[in-house]
DNA sequence: AATGAATGTTCCGAATAATAAAACAGAATC
DNA sequence: GATTCTGTTTTATTATTCGGAACATTCATT
């Protein structure tokens, strides 16, 4: 069901010492404060090359070390705001995102699809649990449905080709048809609902948000407890809301 | 003035493959969506050189293609969020961040010290210049003087030792002996202020954030034009609300 | 269509640089 | 004070990166 070909799997192809750096580096980002040893027990590699490697990342300044322990720096922000800027409209995402949680006193976020998967690149919520940088599959997400109701039929055919529908809970669509039938009512409405399709217990809703230039930008949600989110709140109250933050961040990037 | 042995100047050390791929990562960052040709005259490679680093690195999902130019992907993001929430108190800092830019109508920024430099964590403001990342040099900021003031004579001697003490406007403390005093003062009021030392034009307020056990976490601040940061404003109004904040985020780590 | 000038991609031998393993040093633990 | 962890350095061997050139492909121009 999943694409042929994943992320770092022709592991024949280009630099191989660049994916050795990079696999240490994903594991010290996994773990916290580690030392070099339990980074070797945690990779492939021996000692003297995660030693060398690290030595390297930490010349270069990606790395920092503190008493002992390596940590990934703050140097990567450097590079991941390049990535969060690209688009001006990214940045008046962010200020939406957090007055819609502020007033709605739910948890929103603001998701951009890169690589056929959903990536929250803004976010409003509790302390725990950033989900910042996170990556999930677009067909299990309220605003991962609604990028896929904005594409013609053939991108989204290709996209059920290449990623699959895998099923996250009970309730994710797997069905292609199903999909299609589902886009269909997006596109109607004008928004997405997500009812327990990614995570039990959890509902959400989702609208597209578009640039001046009515280029798709990225999707903008809310999300909660299926307590909380009844039919009434998820199908009257909240549409509307995020609507008119979408408006606005299209507004703001017209004249503001 | 510098320190003798900076960033990335051990280029014997380590992997030097490493080097060649985050000279490249750096350039493609700085670079808005470019050709590897493009690449290739930015950088000191060949281009099979350049060919084979972006494959590799497209290939682990770090770098994106579109159309046949090149991006810096949102596969960031997921590290630098790593380094953002290390400490809980950071993304206590967030909200305190956008709640006192909006509270005050100013910019507002989180401060926090790495490698005896200044780096913008998070910020309140204007959609475009967006900082985050960014790392200065902590004797010309605001927040970084704060961060100063923590410190312990021995380490402030080695960071004028390390890190120097260069103007960057003609009001920077360049004098180790001042920014002593500097310093003695900040312990005094509890609050820096930054009287065009870093930017001509620019004043700013910024007051350390402290966790329940009293570590330092990093600092607060605001930051705005000579203008409207009259004496008054920065010296009274500012430091109470700044130090309101920074007093909440220490409530939430113990509380919230 | 045909030409030309870009670009992106592949191939290859030569040279370099990464590697593993072991030895060493230093710290912490008992 | 011995032992067992770490982190660091050294070395010969091996594997990989590298650059250059050749090839393929796209794009613009006429």
């Known amino acids: 069901m999943s694409r042929d070909r994943g992320r770092g799997e022709r592991d024949d192809a280009g630099v191989s010492t660049t994916r050795k ?6 594991t010290l980002a996994d773990a916290d404060g580690v030392t070099i040893t339990e980074l070797t027990r945690r990779t492939e590699f021996t000692k003297s090359t995660v030693y060398r490697h690290l030595t390297t990342l930490v010349d270069l300044g990606y790395v920092v070390e503190r008493d002992g322990a390596y940590d ?6 450097e590079i991941s705001e390049q990535a969060r800027t690209r688009r001006r409209g990214y940045t008046a995402a962010k200020r939406s995102v957090f007055e819609l949680g502020k007033e709605t006193d739910e948890r929103a976020v603001f998701i951009v699809e890169e690589e056929y998967e959903g990536v929250y690149v803004h976010r409003y919520g509790s302390l725990s649990d950033t989900m910042i940088g996170k990556r999930r599959p677009l067909h299990s997400l309220a605003s991962g449905k609604v990028i896929l109701s904005e594409w013609d039929d053939d991108t989204v055919a290709d996209f059920v080709a290449t990623a699959g529908l895998d099923a996250i809970t009970d309730n994710t669509i797997t ?35 578009y640039t001046p230039d009515d280029d798709l930008l990225g999707a903008l949600s809310v999300f909660g407890p299926t307590s909380r989110f009844t039919d009434e709140y998820v199908h009257d109250a909240l549409p509307n809301r995020l609507r008119d933050k979408a408006g606005e961040i299209r507004v703001t990037l017209a004249y503001g």
């Open 21 to 26: 750096t990079f696999a240490i580096l994903e």
């Open 72 to 77: 990934v720096g703050f140097r990567f922000l």
């Open 175 to 209: 069905d292609p048809d199903a999909l299609a039938a589902e886009l269909e009512r997006i596109r109607d409405r004008g928004y997405a609902v997500n009812n327990e399709e990614h995570m039990d217990g959890l509902r959400s809703v989702a609208v597209p948000v």
